[in-house]
């Protein structure tokens, strides 16, 4: 079993493992709708994770400390461009959120970048998402340009933000 390490009260962040799947993908598709990647996507990158060297990215999940529940999940993967790490996904169920569990999946994230000495962590989000583009920038990330057309359903575009790990 993966080491687990407390964060916050009321939650640890640990490795993703396959019987998080459905819970994984439960808390996707609260959150992303018609967008929401099927469990399949998730196990599929476990194992392309798991058996990539030099490693290639990381799957993380909130776990409840007292009941196990699972409260959301971020991941990572390296990018094409020099090293670079984008950051797939984070979600948090919306019955958990505004409680840290986001701020702790950053933390997590910009530690694991910083430690493989990563020079930039970047993601993608919804022009129209106000509220998370607000967070990322209190988070130390700014916006650096956009993705048109990249999100459907609504068709919309993809503001581009990054950090600076180095």
Same mark, same amino acid.
């Given at each position: ?5 407390? #964060? ?14 459905? &819970? ?41 400390? #007292? *009941? ?9 993967? @390296? ?30 994230? @910009?530690? &694991? ?13 919804? #022009? ?5 583009? *607000? ?16 999100? @459907? ?5 993809? #503001? ?7």
């Amino acid at each position: 079993m993966a080491a687990m390490k407390r #964060t916050r009260p009321g939650f640890r962040i640990r490795i993703m493992d396959v019987p998080d799947l459905p &819970h994984v993908a439960a808390i996707e598709g609260e959150c992303f709708n018609s967008e929401a990647w099927p469990a399949q996507t998730f196990r599929d990158l476990l194992v392309a994770f798991a058996d990539a060297r030099p490693p290639r990215g990381t799957l993380w999940v909130a776990e409840d400390s #007292t *009941t196990h529940e699972i409260l959301g999940y971020a991941g990572v993967e @390296v990018s094409a461009l020099g090293g670079e790490m984008d950051i797939i996904n984070i979600a948090v169920a919306p019955a958990r959120r505004r409680r840290g569990i986001g701020r702790a999946f950053l933390d997590r994230i @910009v530690r &694991h970048c910083r430690n493989a000495q990563v020079p930039l962590l970047w993601l993608r989000v919804r #022009t129209s998402n106000t509220d998370a583009q *607000t967070f990322y920038r209190q988070m130390g990330f700014e916006a650096r340009g956009q993705f048109h057309a990249y999100y @459907v359903d609504p068709d919309e575009p993809a #503001t581009i933000m990054a950090m600076n790990m180095l």
